[in-house]
C-alpha cells in the first residue's frame, strides 16, 4: 500500500524553523505497533496520523500523535500542522476542521491574517516541591515547581529569559522520568514569556517548539501578569512564535506554518 506523507515547520513563516511535524492521513488505522514504527522512522518529535469520520457530527477526523518512542496525549505543533495539509493540500473548505483526540475535540481556524488558530484545553498545574531528580537535572530549578498532571509534565519557572536560554539540563537523568517532559519558563524581554521543553523519557531530547504545553503557560502567565492575551516565544535553537488567548476553560494558540515535503510511503 501506497500512503501519503507531508511535513511541515509549525509556529514559524519560514522552512528550517519551528518544529517540524509529519502528517499522515490514512482511510482507517493502522495497528498501533506500526504507526510506532513509522513515527520512529520518521524521526521526528511528532508524526501525526488522521482518519476521516465522516459519520461523527462533533468531529471532522481522528487524530493520535507518536514521538518516536510513544504516544503521546496533546500536541499541538502537529495538530497545526495537520490543519495546514488539510487546508492547502487536502482541499479542506470549512472555516474550522475539528479532530477527535485523546484530549478531546479541538478545533483549527484560519484567520485573516494567515495564521492557525488551536483551541486547546486549559490545564490544570498543581504546585508541589520540586523532585528532587528535577533539582539534579536542572541544579538552577526553584524549591517549587508545578505538575501538570493531564500532560504528565512537570513546569519549573526561572528568574529570567537570560536563565532560560542558557539551561543545560541533565537529559540523561530527565529520562528516567519516562513518559513525563520538563517545561522551563520565565517573563519574556520582548514577548510575555518565554519557554523550552525537554522529555527525553519520550524521545525529545528538547522539542523545538511545543503547543500542547502553552495550555498549562498560558493560565499560569495570565494569572502572573493579570492579562488574557500574551505573545510567547519557545526560545530553542529553531525558535517559534506563538499568539496565545486564554478562554475560561479553553486555550486559543495561533501560530503560522512553512511546509517543507511531501512524499509517499510504501508499506
Given amino acids: 500500500m501506497t500512503y501519503s506523507i507531508y511535513q511541515v515547520d509549525a509556529f514559524t513563516d519560514r522552512i528550517f524553523g519551528g518544529n517540524p511535524a509529519a502528517v499522515m492521513p490514512l482511510e482507517h488505522w493502522l495497528p498501533d505497533a506500526t504507526l510506532l ?4 522512522e520518521n524521526n521526528l518529535s511528532e508524526t501525526a496520523f488522521l482518519v476521516p469520520l465522516p459519520d461523527n457530527e462533533d468531529a471532522d477526523f481522528h487524530i493520535r500523535w ?11 505543533h502537529a495538530t497545526l500542522a495537520s490543519a495546514w495539509v488539510l487546508f492547502n493540500k487536502l482541499g479542506w473548505t470549512g472555516e474550522t476542521v475539528r479532530f477527535q483526540s485523546k484530549s478531546g475535540i479541538l478545533g483549527v481556524r484560519q484567520d485573516d491574517g494567515g495564521w492557525l488558530v488551536l483551541d486547546f484545553p486549559n490545564l490544570a498545574f498543581e504546585q508541589q516541591d520540586t523532585p ?40 540523561r537523568k530527565l529520562k528516567t522520568l519516562g513518559n513525563q517532559g520538563l517545561i522551563v519558563t520565565a517573563r519574556g524581554d520582548t514577548c510575555d514569556f518565554v519557554s523550552r521543553y525537554f522529555a527525553p523519557g519520550a524521545g525529545i531530547d528538547e522539542d523545538p517548539v511545543t503547543g500542547s504545553i502553552h495550555s498549562v503557560l498560558v493560565p499560569y502567565w ?42 509517499s510511503i510504501q508499506l
Wanted: glycine share 8%; charged share 20%.
Fill in 37 to 40: 514504527a513509522l513515527a520512529n
Fill in 132 to 171: 528532587q531528580l528535577v533539582r539534579e537535572a536542572l541544579p538552577e530549578a526553584p524549591e517549587t515547581a508545578f505538575f501538570v498532571p493531564n500532560d504528565t509534565n512537570y513546569m519549573v519557572v526561572l528568574d529570567s529569559e537570560a536563565a532560560v536560554r542558557a539551561a543545560q539540563p541533565d537529559l
Fill in 66 to 76: 507518536f514521538t518516536p518512542g510513544v504516544e503521546v496525549p496533546l500536541c499541538g
Fill in 222 to 263: 495570565a494569572e502572573v501578569l493579570g492579562k488574557t492575551r500574551l505573545n510567547a516565544h519557545q526560545v530553542s535553537r529553531r525558535g517559534g512564535v506563538l499568539r496565545c488567548e486564554l478562554k475560561g476553560e479553553r486555550v486559543a494558540i495561533a501560530g503560522q506554518a512553512a511546509f517543507f515535503m511531501e512524499g
